[in-house]
C-alpha cells in the first residue's frame, strides 16, 4: 500500500507538470503539442482515476489524498522552476 501512494503521489507531479506545459503550448499556439499533451493527459487522468477508484473506500481516501498531494507539489515545481 505505501509503494503505491508513493507511485501515486509522483504520478501526480508528473501529470501536474504535464498540464502546466500543455496551457502553456496552448497559451504559445503550439497546435500539435498541445494535441499530444491533452490527449496524454486524459488517458493519465483516466488510468490513474481508474486505479485509485477501483480499491475499497477506505484505500481510495488515502490514494486521492497521495494523488492531490503530488499535483500540489507539481504546481509547486512548475511555477517556482518556471521552464515548464
Same mark, same amino acid.
Given at each position: 500500500?505505501?509503494?503505491?501512494? @508513493?507511485?501515486?503521489f509522483f $504520478?501526480? @507531479? ?9 496551457t502553456?503550448s496552448? $497559451? =504559445?499556439?503550439? @497546435?500539435w ?12 487522468n483516466?488510468?490513474?482515476?481508474s486505479?485509485?477508484?477501483? =480499491? ?7 490514494? @486521492?489524498?497521495?494523488?492531490? +498531494?503530488?499535483?500540489?507539489v +507539481?504546481?509547486?515545481? $512548475?511555477?517556482?522552476k518556471?521552464?515548464f
Open positions: 500500500m505505501v509503494m503505491q501512494l @508513493i507511485l501515486l $504520478a501526480g @507531479i508528473v501529470v501536474d507538470l504535464l498540464v502546466t506545459r500543455y502553456k496552448v $497559451a =504559445e499556439k503550439k @497546435i503539442s498541445a494535441t499530444l499533451l491533452s490527449g496524454t493527459i486524459t488517458f493519465a483516466y488510468a490513474l482515476l486505479v485509485i477508484l477501483s =480499491e475499497g473506500s477506505m484505500d481510495c481516501i488515502f490514494d @486521492i489524498v497521495a494523488y492531490a +498531494g503530488g499535483n500540489t +507539481g504546481t509547486y515545481v $512548475a511555477l517556482m518556471r521552464v
